[in-house]
């Protein structure tokens, strides 16, 4: 990598918990808001508490576009999905040589960076929760995987390398779009059901029929992508959610907490993407449930914001 640079676009949960790690670690970090700007730098302290209990705190710059001329060295996009479009028109007209990793949920989120040479998609296997202003609680999984989107690159271990830290763990996959489309289904019962029964994540190893629900959703998932000729193993799936809904016990999941704070969700790059890749292909009996549940979330999001 030419700059060192660690360039963080969101200041929500994720952005600022990884931002944290990566502080401790000593590397160049700042937070970029997406949503707003015109603003002058800043710096505040920020706290995250680990599932072990391991608090760090450090003082992170957090900017805006409108004080960065140029932009050299890695983008790591922790924004919503639906802000995609405008962040992929902002960084075009940006001068300088980065690479851009995307540390979103959900398909086809990439397709507004597609002019962008070097773009790599992160499958996160952390939650993190914002408690105040300035503290979050980080709970991880296992490692990220990473990888670019129908091809592997050589530099991408060498981004990996850079961002890697203790306890924000990334690894390097040569197939990311697998990875992508497991956890693409795991969000269709966690950012629908979890919302829907207003309840944390730990739900589905906790009740066993929420776990049916969910079984239900992963099902027709399965079944849609395969006719997009990828293969997933139902079974797989479901033990990877009991995992995480244990490790996740207690923390809400991002749509639920979207919704709670008037916010709008990214339903549409999970359960209603699904939808349409099932109309796309004339078989919208395939989701029915899955898409039902989207709707629903979505219904709801809209009668809380207005």
Known sequence: MKNNKIYIIGSGAI?????????????????????????????????VTNQDHQKFQQKITTTTFSNLTDINGLVLIATKTFANAKLAQILNDKKGSFS???????????????????????????????????????????????????????????????????????????????????????????????????????????????????????????????KYEVELDQKEIEDKLVLISRRSDGQLISTYEDIRNKRRTEIESLNLEISRLANEIGMPELVTNTRLLGEMIGLKSQIKID
């Open 15 to 47: 952005g600022k918990a990884l931002a944290v790690f990566l502080q401790h670690e000593k590397k160049d970090v700042v937070l970029v808001r997406g949503s707003v700007d015109n603003l002058p730098d800043e710096e505040t302290l920020i706290t």
């Open 100 to 226: 851009i990793i995307l540390l979103q949920n959900g398909l086809n989120i990439e397709r507004p960076f597609a002019s962008f040479e070097e773009v790599y998609r992160c499958v996160l296997l952390s939650t993190s929760q914002v408690q105040s202003e300035n503290e979050i609680a980080f709970k991880t999984v296992a490692a990220s995987p990473i990888g670019k989107i129908q091809q592997h690159n050589s530099i991408q271990d060498e981004l990996i390398d850079h961002i890697d830290t203790p306890y924000f763990s990334f690894e390097s996959v040569p197939d990311i779009s697998k990875h992508v489309w497991i956890k693409v289904v795991l969000n269709c019962a966690f950012n629908s059901i979890c919302p829907l029964l207003e309840i944390d994540n730990g739900i589905f190893y906790r009740n066993s029929e929420a776990l049916k629900l969910a079984s239900i959703i992963i099902g027709e998932c399965v079944v849609l992508a395969g």
